[in-house]
Every structure is written in C-alpha cells, then in structure tokens.
C-alpha cells in the first residue's frame, strides 16, 4: 500500500508538470517545475528506503517462518523417536497404537486423545509435559490435521511419516533382526519411506525401521543407526 500511494503521489505531479510546462515562460512556472523536481527526487529517495525495508521485513518473515518450521520439524522427529521407543516397551504395532489411544479403528482422534498419548510418553521417559510443550505439539496437531478438529488413522500415520536418504550402501532385508535374508542393496543417495517407527534391537542396540524403496517399492527393513 505504501508504495503504491508513493507511485499515485508521483503519477500527480506528473500531471501537474505537464501543465505548468505549457507556460514554463513565466517565472512562476519556472519556480513550480524546481519545487515539482525537488518532490520528485524526495518521493524516488523515499521510494527507494521503501522498497528497501519492505525487503527487510519479508527477510525477517521468510527467517521466521524458516525457523518455526525447523522447530516444527525437530518436535516430529522427537516425538517420532518416542513413540517407537514407547512401543517397543509396550509390545504395540502401529496400529494397536492408534487402537490404544483412539479407542477403535474407527474412532478419530481428538487433540485430547493426542495430547494423552504425549502426555504418556512423557511419563514413559519420567519427565512432565508442561503448557508451553503443550502448545508446541498443538501446533504440531494441528497441522497434520489441517485445520480440523481430529485425526483419523492416516492422518496419524502422516505425523510419523518419515523418507530417509541412503548416506552409504546398506542392505533392505527381509525381517527386523539384523542377521534376516537381504532383499537387495540400497545404494548411496536413494530414498525409503518410513512405513513404521524407528525401533532399537535390544539385543544388537541397532535401530532399524520398516520401510519401501521409493525406486521400486521394495519392502523390507533397514538399519538407521548403528549401536
């Protein structure tokens, strides 16, 4: 808004120029083109100061929106980590999980069914979930529920989903134990979609996840962490 009033302000004095030129004669006139020059190079400097802080703010919004997006993305990946840790302990699949916190498969989950199971994995680690957290993971809720007011099974599916890129050649195999039969080789630089949480093999401390190539949908389990 502010920059087009400067242009109508500029496009004004234009139209006022002009006709003080037809009698640019008359020392008058000459008086008003010098005062008409003078606004002109006032309203281009601050035209220019304008534009430059407009820039300054879209910066400062763009590093904002960048970094709560970043905080955004570290609390799924936390919470991702404990909720595979959490299952693990309870003995649940992903979709006893949902089970577990829903109440049937059928049933949505609301934001206080949500914040329940946050709340349990706090206690899970011996730790408390405060009011700021909660505000953080209602955030988080929120979005992955797009503005509505439950999540159904997908939608909770979404929250945990996760692409891993391959960082060195690494073998996607059959079962969960490290020692199962290969499927194939995953090369460096290709992506697996995550179809569960990352889960710790208490015998071998290696965390592995059930995942699908994103080349050729092959399934099968794959390591993310060594011990």
Do not use: W
Request: glycine letters at 8%; proline letters at 1%; hydrophobic letters at 40%.
């Amino acid at each position: 808004p502010g920059i087009d009033t400067i242009q109508r302000a500029s496009s004004l004095v234009e139209v006022v120029e002009s006709g003080v030129v037809a009698d640019a004669g008359d020392e008058l006139a000459k008086f008003q083109l010098q005062c008409l020059s003078d606004i002109k190079s006032r309203a281009k400097k601050v035209h220019a100061q304008f534009e430059k802080y407009t820039q300054v703010a879209k910066s400062a919004r763009a590093r904002v929106q960048r970094r709560e997006c970043a905080e955004a993305e570290a609390l799924r990946m936390k919470t991702i980590r404990e909720i595979g840790a959490f299952m693990d302990a309870k003995d649940l699949g992903l979709d006893q999980l949902y089970l577990h916190v829903a109440g049937s498969a059928d049933s949505e989950m609301s934001f206080d069914k949500f914040i329940g199971l946050v709340r349990e994995l706090y206690e899970h680690r011996g730790d408390k979930l405060d009011s700021d957290g909660e505000a953080s993971y209602k955030q988080l809720f929120s979005h992955a529920a797009a503005g509505k007011d439950a999540l159904n099974r997908q939608g909770f599916r979404e929250i945990l989903h996760t692409t891993f890129k391959v960082v060195k050649p690494a073998m996607i195999a059959q079962g969960s134990g490290i020692d199962s039969k290969g499927l194939r080789r995953l090369e460096e630089g290709e992506h697996v979609q995550a179809l569960d949480c990352p889960r710790k093999d208490a015998a071998s401390g290696i965390t592995r996840v059930r995942c699908r190539a994103v080349n050729d949908d092959v399934e099968g389990f794959v390591s993310v962490s060594g011990n």
